[in-house]
């Protein structure tokens, strides 16, 4: 062997050795950033109490106990929930409410929409986004989704302005933005209010900007299946708008005359409201107040906020890694300078791969220890009441026929949203709220299980159709 040939060989050897060190380095590098990953993820599921009530809001229920219940808020209590949910979004205002319907309610009031108005909302939601609308007198207008991120079509919003629209409410369904961009700038075009409903969606992100902080107020519902709660219902309101703002709370608070925009600014002074003179009502409104009671929780739970929101992404993660390699299962789209809040982990079944639908998977999911799988909403429009429109006893009095309504839309039907339509069906929203990780990871593991038992079935299917078509 010359020398020139062994040194080659010599020199193989040496670059077989350097690699395969490289590829376990590399393995071991990936190891243990997934032993990190795994530990941090461990330590934030600790902090988080397991009956979701923790220290702080004990202590400041137990705070507000202290001070008593009266007319007036001693503890201030709501005052400092306000002024907290307002500095965590980097807002002036926030309005707390005693549930996210009376959030959006208040808004669309303050906005001065009434009879003859038009209000576009999504089709994919909860009916409580439509119901606002008619609680105004106005009339919904259902726009599709896209069936990627199923979040509002920002194309069938253009579509479907008329004179009459006034307002847009765009949803940030299962915890993810639509495209604000896209709907402000289109608002800006026709002068339109935009209200977000972010009952889904805590701490998400849209190119760099915290969801929320887009329209010119957004709602946020602290009902007990949502990131963080305030005993089971509640809401809040926030804004940059002083006015608004103002009117927002005046709206929930019985249109008294002498509250404002500012922090817990719920009950008339003492000083003024005592007086035999003072006229308390200059608008109208309803008592939407948040109880002190709830303020006193829901500022416990703020406090760890961050964590729950990151509870719900490190499950959806899990979810993520499964259903990657599961070809009829396409997980919504998160674009690219978006973050998902994750109120929930949504799939849609691609059906033209598959014979089987949502019903089945479901009972083979709860077969093998799922905790429950929810299918999507029907969409709104398809609703028995809107279908009857008997809002106010009758169609007849529904806002669509009211003498100042010029508009033409006069019933709901199918055909109206086509691509939510089709989708509905399809939609899977697995779970994401569990305190526990050992729970999150047995239920990664049953979706996993479920998946294989499919695929199993579906390749048992091919081959028989296979062998039948040779057979003929």
Known sequence: MSVNQRNQRI??????????????????????????????????????????????????????????????????????????????YGVDYAISFNSGTATMHACLMAAGIGPGDEVIIPALTMASTAFVVLQCYAVPVFADVTPDTLTIDVEDIKRKITPFTKAIIPVSIYGLSPDMDAIMKIAKEYGLVVIEDNAQCYLGYYKDRLVGTIGHAASFSFQGSKHMTTSGEGGMVITNDEAYAAKIRKAGVLGYSAIGARPGSTCIPRDVRQDWEFKRHDGFGYNYRMPSICAALGLGQLERLDDLVAARQAIAALYDDIVASCEWLIPQLVPQGYIHSYFAYTCRLDTELVDFDFRAFRSKFIELGGDGLYGAWCPVHLEPVFKNMNFFGNAMRAPNFHELYKGKVRSYQEGDCPVLEKIQPTLFQFKTGYTSWEKALEQAEVLKRTIEAFNKQTATILQLNVKNACNC
Request: hydrophobic content about 45%.
């Open 11 to 88: 020199g193989f050897k040496f670059d077989f050795i350097i690699i395969f060190y490289i590829k376990v380095w590399g393995i071991l590098k990936i190891m243990s950033i997934n032993m990190l990953m795994e530990i941090e993820t461990r330590k934030l599921f600790d902090r988080l109490p397991k009956n979701r009530v923790g220290e702080a809001d004990v202590r400041y229920v137990y705070e507000l106990m202290e001070k008593g219940f009266s007319n007036s808020d001693k503890s201030g209590i709501v005052g400092r929930f306000e002024e907290a949910f307002a500095r965590k």
